[in-house]
């Protein structure tokens, strides 16, 4: 089959798992027969520098028009003192709103071969953590209006509007009971209803909802308690479902009680099957260039790309195999190393891992 991916390779130590993420999916084109044809699109602080704009038009178009967007992690120290509005940030912000990208699904997950790396007291970490974490992505306040202005005595105030509209709870809340018909059919709706409107909307919502999946059991959470639960015992969580600011918190919390976020990948979704697929975790400037990074997030995001997008499940299963096996095989990067293990640097595991496919 012939696809068109969108390659956005971003700053930091980006474009270096990317390379390793193209080499294992040439090597799943020569398994499976198939030809992915990659189309650059650069975003993030490189685009800042060649064209002024963190996310020029074309590369938008390119995304557009291609079956799959893949993207590794963008920003950097070296753009934090750049005009805000165009931070490397606003590009990503851009992107997802210009795909129309509202559902970001973030699965957090122990490794079994890496259950030393849980930060987690042993008997937490015992019970297992398997969960994923839904965001909204394309609105509330990273959405809603921003502004610094200064008031009558002379004094600067900002604001940030908190703003959801039916439809776009909705449309979320939806893809949470889904998910969960897919996994355990547990769904923690997370919200703050008990000081914010946008929330209390938010849980009416779900209660509603929740008539059309009688199979699911659905629960509310106060996002502070989410927090506290989610290293008191993440075992109860199946799906957490929540709006964009508290899904940034949340997930980044999620991903670090794995002690693996070198290793997670996500999806962002809207209407049909176009999604941008990314590892959770940064750009990493400060190991930027030294051969130093762990690509698997990286490539287990292009393994949920062929499976979510391109309709591609074996495909999709060939990589994630090969993930467990050079993992089983005792080869490590920096991040996750362990005692007895081996320690290979970004490209050697890239290459192992395509050689496993
Ligand atoms: C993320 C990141 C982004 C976000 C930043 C880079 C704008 O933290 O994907 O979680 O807040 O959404
Ligand atoms: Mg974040």
Same mark, same amino acid.
């Given at each position: 089959m012939e696809k068109r991916i969108a390659i956005i390779r971003g700053d930091g130590i980006g474009p270096e798992i990317m390379a390793q993420a193209q080499i294992v999916l040439d090597a799943v084109c020569e398994k499976f027969g198939h030809h992915f044809i990659y189309e650059e699109a650069p975003m993030g602080g490189n685009a800042v520098d060649a064209f002024g704009v963190p996310l020029p038009q074309s590369s938008l178009d390119t995304c557009l028009s291609c079956d799959a967007a893949l993207l590794s992690a963008i920003g950097g120290p070296k753009w934090d003192s750049i005009e805000p509005s165009i931070r490397p940030e606003k590009g990503l912000l851009a992107l997802r709103g210009g795909m129309g990208l509202y559902a970001n699904l973030r699965p957090a997950q122990l490794f079994s071969q890496l259950a030393d790396a849980c930060p987690l007291r042993t008997d937490i970490a015992e019970k297992g953590i398997d969960f994923v974490v839904v965001r909204e992505l394309i609105g509330g306040a990273y959405f809603g209006e921003h502004? +610094?202005?200064?008031?009558? *005595?002379?004094? +600067?105030?900002?604001?940030?509007?908190?703003?959801?509209?039916?439809?776009?709870?909705?449309?979320?809340?939806?893809?949470?009971?889904? +998910?969960?018909?897919?996994?355990?059919?547990?769904?923690?709706?997370?919200?703050?209803? *008990?000081?914010?409107?946008?929330?209390k909307l938010w849980r009416k919502l779900a209660k509603e909802i929740a008539a059309e999946y009688p199979e699911v059991e659905l629960s509310h959470m106060y996002v502070d308690n989410c927090a506290m639960q989610l290293v008191r015992d993440p075992s109860q969580f199946d799906v957490i479902v929540t709006e964009n600011l508290f899904g940034d918190i949340l997930s980044d919390e999620a991903s670090q009680i794995t002690g693996?976020?070198?290793?997670?990948?996500?999806?962002?979704?809207?209407?049909?099957?176009?999604?941008?697929?990314?590892?959770?975790?940064?750009?990493?400037?400060d190991i930027a260039g030294k051969d130093l990074a762990n690509p698997i997030g990286m490539i287990l995001a292009a393994a949920m790309m062929l499976r979510y997008s391109l309709d591609m499940p074996a495909e999709a299963d060939a990589i994630e195999s090969a993930v467990s096996k050079v993992l089983e095989s005792g080869l490590r990067t920096g991040d996750i190393m362990a005692p007895g293990m081996t320690q290979v640097g970004c490209k050697a595991m890239g290459q192992a891992i395509a050689e496993a496919i």
């Amino acid at each position: 089959m012939e696809k068109r991916i969108a390659i956005i390779r971003g700053d930091g130590i980006g474009p270096e798992i990317m390379a390793q993420a193209q080499i294992v999916l040439d090597a799943v084109c020569e398994k499976f027969g198939h030809h992915f044809i990659y189309e650059e699109a650069p975003m993030g602080g490189n685009a800042v520098d060649a064209f002024g704009v963190p996310l020029p038009q074309s590369s938008l178009d390119t995304c557009l028009s291609c079956d799959a967007a893949l993207l590794s992690a963008i920003g950097g120290p070296k753009w934090d003192s750049i005009e805000p509005s165009i931070r490397p940030e606003k590009g990503l912000l851009a992107l997802r709103g210009g795909m129309g990208l509202y559902a970001n699904l973030r699965p957090a997950q122990l490794f079994s071969q890496l259950a030393d790396a849980c930060p987690l007291r042993t008997d937490i970490a015992e019970k297992g953590i398997d969960f994923v974490v839904v965001r909204e992505l394309i609105g509330g306040a990273y959405f809603g209006e921003h502004k +610094t202005w200064t008031q009558e *005595n002379g004094e +600067t105030a900002a604001s940030d509007l908190m703003i959801y509209r039916e439809h776009e709870i909705r449309r979320i809340l939806k893809v949470g009971f889904e +998910t969960a018909m897919k996994r355990r059919k547990k769904l923690c709706s997370v919200d703050k209803a *008990n000081v914010l409107d946008s929330s209390k909307l938010w849980r009416k919502l779900a209660k509603e909802i929740a008539a059309e999946y009688p199979e699911v059991e659905l629960s509310h959470m106060y996002v502070d308690n989410c927090a506290m639960q989610l290293v008191r015992d993440p075992s109860q969580f199946d799906v957490i479902v929540t709006e964009n600011l508290f899904g940034d918190i949340l997930s980044d919390e999620a991903s670090q009680i794995t002690g693996s976020i070198g290793m997670l990948p996500s999806s962002s979704q809207g209407e049909g099957t176009r999604g941008l697929y990314e590892p959770i975790h940064g750009s990493a400037p400060d190991i930027a260039g030294k051969d130093l990074a762990n690509p698997i997030g990286m490539i287990l995001a292009a393994a949920m790309m062929l499976r979510y997008s391109l309709d591609m499940p074996a495909e999709a299963d060939a990589i994630e195999s090969a993930v467990s096996k050079v993992l089983e095989s005792g080869l490590r990067t920096g991040d996750i190393m362990a005692p007895g293990m081996t320690q290979v640097g970004c490209k050697a595991m890239g290459q192992a891992i395509a050689e496993a496919i």
